[in-house]
Every structure is written in structure tokens, then in C-alpha cells.
């Protein structure tokens, strides 16, 4: 990243962070350890959400389709990822460590890095969709980067009360899981936050954008 920020030709010094699914979970995880004052000033992490364990591999402790993720790109990418994902699994179906929210899952689950992430002051935008598998802790995570922001209990409800900045954003759209993007309106994102263009992004008073299912059009709110 430094290398990038500093050492390639026409480098600016600046980085934005763009990517979705385990791309657009490794941004925050990246974020967090480059710190605050690091070469990143934006983030459009896309198909991921606040949960690893209990939104996708599990629902309600119950192991769902998603497992079988470990052994399809496992066996598509052999070697010590193959034996990782087939070891995860078996340890999961007997019942293991791994079958429960403990240690591993909990170091992979971005809510845990919410108020961290806020605290590199990088501003952020999820999007998601309504037929996304992290379609519910997408937007937990924006509510989580809200509250973070105002100070409020991360965890807690977020309360019509709470102030809202256009900092962290969410775009629910239709669709599955890392489908129906819009790459005008990312490109917009990076835009404002990376050359500093003024196009109102920053500040809305609505930084939650869903399409809404009843009336086919696109809505907003806090």
C-alpha cells in the first residue's frame, strides 16, 4: 500500500480502497492496521456486512449452503487452501471450536472493527443488495459506523436522536450477492473523498439509499 501511495508513477500519495465480498472485507481489516494518518482516505467496500458467523456460515448455529464456499474454492485453488478449507469444514460438521462463535470467527468479524475503523476517520461506503447474503449486517455495519461516529453505544439501537454523517453511506440495491453496482455513483464516492470535488455526497442527510420493493424506486433515509 505504502509503495502504491508513494512509488508508483503518476502517485499522488493517496489510496482508495475499492473491492467486494473477501475484498471488500479485507479493506477494514487493512484500514484498521494502517492506522489513522495512513495513505488511505476512502473506502467502498461492496457484498459484506458486519457478520461471518452468524449471517452466512451459520443461522442460528445451524451450518447453512454457505460451508460448502471452504470446498469449492478450496478444491479450485489446491494446496495448503484446499487442506485449510477441507479442515475448517470437517471440524464444523463434528462439531469442533469452529462450529461455534469463538476465537476464529470472531477475529474475522468486521462488526468487532467498527469503532476502530471509524477511528482512522476513513470515510466509508457499503453496498449491498436486497438478495446479498450479508443483506442484513450490511446494514448492522452502517448502523455500527453511525453510532461509532456520534459516540453512541456501537452495539445499540440507533436511535432516531442519533446525528448522522455522510462519512459512512450505505447503497442497498437488487440482487444477489455482489450484483447490480453502479460504477458512476462509486467513482462518485472516490471523487469526493479522494480529490475533494464538492458533489454533495459529504454532506446528505440520508446516507441510507435502498431500493424499495413495494414501490420499485429507489428511497432514502438516516
Not at 458486519?50 to 471452504?70: D, K, S
Not at 448522522?164 to 464516492?189: A, F, K
Request: aromatic fraction near 12%; glycine fraction near 12%.
Amino acid at each position: 500500500m505504502l509503495r502504491a501511495a508513494h512509488s508508483l508513477p503518476g502517485s499522488n500519495g493517496t489510496v482508495g480502497l475499492h473491492g467486494g465480498s473477501y475484498a471488500g472485507i479485507n479493506q477494514m481489516f487493512t484500514t484498521v492496521a494502517a492506522g489513522p494518518g495512513s495513505p488511505i482516505k476512502a473506502m467502498l467496500a461492496a457484498c459484506m456486512g458486519a457478520e461471518f458467523y452468524r449471517e452466512t456460515y451459520f443461522a442460528g448455529g445451524v451450518p447453512t449452503q454457505t460451508l460448502n464456499f471452504q470446498r469449492v474454492i478450496g478444491d479450485a485453488m489446491g494446496g495448503d487452501t484446499a487442506a485449510a478449507g477441507a479442515a475448517n469444514v470437517a471440524d464444523i460438521e463434528a462439531g469442533g471450536d469452529k462450529a461455534y462463535f469463538r476465537d476464529f470467527w470472531k477475529q474475522r468479524t468486521v462488526g468487532e472493527l467498527a469503532q476502530k475503523v471509524v477511528d482512522t476517520d476513513v470515510p466509508t461506503m457499503l453496498w449491498s443488495s436486497d438478495g446479498d447474503i450479508y443483506a442484513q449486517s450490511s446494514l448492522e455495519l452502517y448502523a455500527y459506523f453511525q453510532n461509532a461516529y456520534a459516540k453512541a453505544p456501537v452495539y445499540g439501537p440507533m436511535s432516531t436522536a442519533t446525528p448522522v454523517t455522510g462519512r459512512y453511506q450505505i447503497i442497498m440495491s437488487q440482487g444477489g450477492h455482489c450484483e447490480n453496482e453502479d460504477p458512476n455513483i462509486q467513482l462518485e464516492w472516490f471523487d469526493t473523498w479522494l480529490k475533494h470535488e464538492r458533489t454533495g455526497m459529504a454532506q446528505t442527510p440520508t446516507p441510507l439509499h435502498y431500493y424499495d420493493l413495494g414501490s420499485g424506486q429507489f428511497d432514502e433515509t438516516a
